[in-house]
């Protein structure tokens, strides 16, 4: 995490720095740009609040705000949503529309490349001159990232094309899927060596040492929470996927998965961590 802060605050230094012939921020502008950051940044509005940002790393702020800003700047990146336009006219790609958000023109929107725009409900406007304008009122999810929406433009209707979307997975689901299939890898394994020690221990009843029997119940244990791990992260992976707002910071997510068997005590774990 603090490789990555230090990297996109490297990145805002040298944007910043290619600007000689701007002034120097004296400590009441750097101040502002701090407290407008984080105003910003709690309102949702993160394309305003990655602007305080950058003001805020430059060399002449203090450290101790530098250290602030560069730490927002990775969560900053990682909320805001960036959408992908295609503007078509029947099976013709249209590159030369042009697209407002809330009135405002976002340049080369309908040549392919990722927009960020803030979260919450957006007027979108496709205009171009051989076409009716059409508008029309899209939800932008916070940390949606790459979304592809295609709109269409039809000769002689004025009337809110067909959207198209294509939403991105967030990164929650695809962890607490893989903790599922993990799971359900775990559940068959311990169940067929349980079966297969069950087996054994027909062949040796009466005879079946304590330490045998406490193996295969040890077996069939693990089968049954691994497979309880499997349920509970599918239906989280589907919660996240259908319901809810993708987390706002997650540059890494890391997935762990076990069990333990020891006399007379099981356990298993499952771990998550974005």
Excluded at 98 to 123: E, F, H, N
Excluded at 127 to 145: F, M, Q
Excluded at 209 to 214: L, N, Q, R, T
Aim: aromatic fraction near 6%.
């Amino acid at each position: 995490m603090m490789n990555r802060r230090m990297g996109a605050a490297l990145v805002a230094l040298t944007v910043l720095g290619t600007t000689e012939l701007a002034p120097a921020m004296d400590k009441a502008e750097c101040l502002r740009s701090y407290e407008s950051a984080q105003r910003n940044r709690k309102a949702s509005q993160f394309r305003a609040a990655r602007r305080d940002v950058l003001s805020c790393l430059d060399p002449a702020c203090p450290e101790l705000l530098r250290a602030d800003c560069a730490g927002w700047l990775d969560a900053i990146e990682q909320s805001t949503p960036t959408v992908v336009f295609e503007v078509r006219a029947g099976k013709r790609e249209v590159t030369d529309a042009r697209v407002s958000v809330d009135g405002q023109l976002v340049a080369d929107a309908a040549r392919g490349v990722a927009v960020p725009l803030d979260p919450g409900t957006r007027k979108l406007r496709v205009e171009h001159d051989a076409y009716p304008a059409v508008e029309l009122e899209l939800v932008i999810r916070e940390g949606d990232k790459n979304r592809r929406l295609v709109l269409e433009l039809a000769a002689g209707d004025s009337t809110p094309p067909p959207v198209s979307t294509e939403r991105g997975i967030p990164s929650e689901s695809l962890v607490l899927a893989s903790v599922a299939a993990v799971g359900l890898v775990s559940f068959g394994y311990f169940g067929l060596k349980g079966l297969a020690g069950r087996s054994d221990l027909d062949e040796c009843k009466g005879r079946c040492s304590s330490d045998a029997v406490d193996d295969v119940r040890a077996d069939f244990l693990r089968a049954d929470i691994s497979l309880a791990v499997a349920a509970l992260a599918l239906g989280g992976a589907a919660y996240f996927y259908f319901g809810a707002t993708p987390a706002t910071e997650a540059p890494t997510a890391r997935v762990g998965f076990g069990a333990s068997a020891q006399p007379g005590r099981v356990s298993a774990f499952a771990r998550a961590r974005f």
